[in-house]
């Protein structure tokens, strides 16, 4: 089924957000069955949202609409559409009750302001916003089904997933299957020499696209055949195994906490380049408590002297960035901490800091278990924020390889 | 003046690619003097692109088409847009010669498919590409000048620096000026209550929008007056002072480092909820091992009480999440790690482990400087990842008032 997609805001077309929304719109609505045909941005004006709702090519009978629903000045959407579809706003009393009640349990008040997200359409329906304030509408409108929604991603997406989408999912045959191989540790160029004799021999109606990224590739797999594609991932799993973290919205730390759980591992890390994001993305798992118990982050050479007990002599001699301090870092975390495991990373993030001898980008991982201690060098490139990003990628993949072997 | 955008391609339709040029094109357009009024995506189909030249506006005449030059099968602009612009792509020896010479020097050879990317038009001109070899395409069709670029996005963005952006500037009288002031620790309603007088007291030519994010709101003024937008900016300033961490792309990370570098004070942090992002964005910021010594991330109690010294008495009396446990985690990360301020932050993440009288997003902050220790009470929402950066970005607020009254 083919559906429309309006996205309103002048924020939109001057560049000032990027429209994230329409490409999670369009990938969801694939999968559901559907299929976004067209998609018009236009600026936060009611004659311009009734010249587009004009435009939509004639059998389209199904419009997704976003933006322009909060309570400032500038959101018309509701107002272009209530005269679109000739319908009257009337003020739902109980909403706006239940509104106050909500705010006023967080002691705070409800400012008048807020009273437009309070009305409701006469012959319209509303469409509830499970996590927030401004609810959607839903006309129906010469034959067409218009479902407007928030501009704002959280709430725009819990309103998909609980009330158009299904009606999507409802009205179609069935989805495209698209699933997604998530990999780390290989660049784009080695993983097709890998996998390339599957690709070429791929039917034409099985769609195949490698997307990179410095922190790993994924390879997406698509198709109407939903076998076809479960068995192309399949082959794809057993030719490059060892560079597979996991599927689809799998992510790197999830995966690690479920080894580590299922090892019954305690961890704890030891962090200096990446000042925090190791511990930062290993606790946006919920649950992350069951085994990771903290860290020391030892940005300055001081903290990981006399906080994380690594020797001066070691410091002195093979400086904060070398295979030395990486292991002395993974194991006094470990023995400070009392965890089964411990994680290290050292390196220069840059911009500055570099030498001949030991260039921005340089990084050592080490994990100390008690009996064993592993580290390895890694040589990223100069951009700060990428390198931070590759070496917590880098140490959470030593922790995943070394926890799959257990 | 006012200039529509075509953006091609069903990977965009699809979700699969993140529509990131139509940003990058709004906003250097804007910034030039011209403004993206009108902007659709559609499928690389020469029907559907037909369609859509056939949609623009009718005072629109000028005209930006991205995507779908490349060598592949499915790139159908260039076909289509000699069709509408009635016009025949003629074979180009001379640059056919010049991409085959660029390619020998790195001893590689130029497939054939490539010959498509040597066409020229009779009545059209050519754009040259500085950093690729697809060429653009610039028509004059029914009084409208229309611009083809292609999707690669460093391509496009050259293209569009070294002629569409010109060009543009030579049509226009000046560009648009755009200031943003980014406020924290209020919500939108209280920001636009705040500063309501001198929004209703604007010009029309001055816009004002209020962008809110869970970690704050910017507010951007925007207008071709370039002094009234500063002016407008100052006034905002005076009225919302307290709630303004910065201007235009300042993080509130770099000014509290900037604040810590005037201040000439060293910061450490204790970091329970948060699990290491304090840390992440503080060291995000180039340089900031000037200020920042480290942290303990101390997610269990155990880490709180071994390793932090947050005394057993207090963890068992008043709870992990408490005014009196942050206290001790600021007042002690301090002390241990030897810096002039220690930062705290404990709370419950979410989405388990809240009870009626702790629920899930109740955080406290303290601030400990030697002297005296701030502690402060938030209530934020029930979604884990949200709590997280609300609860830093509180946390790194309450430095910078700190820092600022110093």
Redo the contacts between chains.
Sequence with gaps: MNIALITIG???????????N?????????QTGG?????????DSKE?IH?SLN?I?KDINSVIITGGL?????DVTAHALYEYANDTPVFDEEYWLYLQDKLAK???KL?E??RNQAMKPEKGTIIPNP?GSARGLHFHVDGRDLFILPG?P?EMKAMMESTVLPWIADQSAGGLTVRTIRTTGIMESGLAEKIGNIVDALADEIKI?F?PQFTGVDI?VSSADKDAVNQTVNEINLHAEKYIYGHDHDQLEEIVGQLLNANNLSL??A?S????????R???V????DY?????????N??KE??LGVAIETLNKHGAVSYETAIEMAENVRS???SDLGLAITGI????GGTDEKPVGLTYVALADGKDTIVKEFRFLID??LN?NASCQAALNMLRLYLHNE
Excluded at 22 to 30: D, K, Q, R, S, Y
Excluded at 273 to 280: M, N
Excluded at 292 to 300: A, F, M, R, T
């Design positions: 002048n924020e939109l077309l001057a560049g000032f957000t990027v429209n994230t329409a490409a999670w719109i369009g990938n969801h609505v694939i299929n976004i045909y067209w998609h018009q941005t236009i600026g311009e010249d435009q090519p909060g309570p400032t000045h500038d967080r002691n705070l400012p302001i807020n996590i704002v959280r696209a997307l997406r704890s890390t962090e380049c990446t000042g925090g994001l190791v511990g930062h290993l606790t946006n919920s649950g992350s408590s990771y118990l903290g860290g020391i982050i030892s940005y300055s001081s903290v006399n906080n400070k901490l009392d993030a840059g911009p500055s700060r924020i931070k």
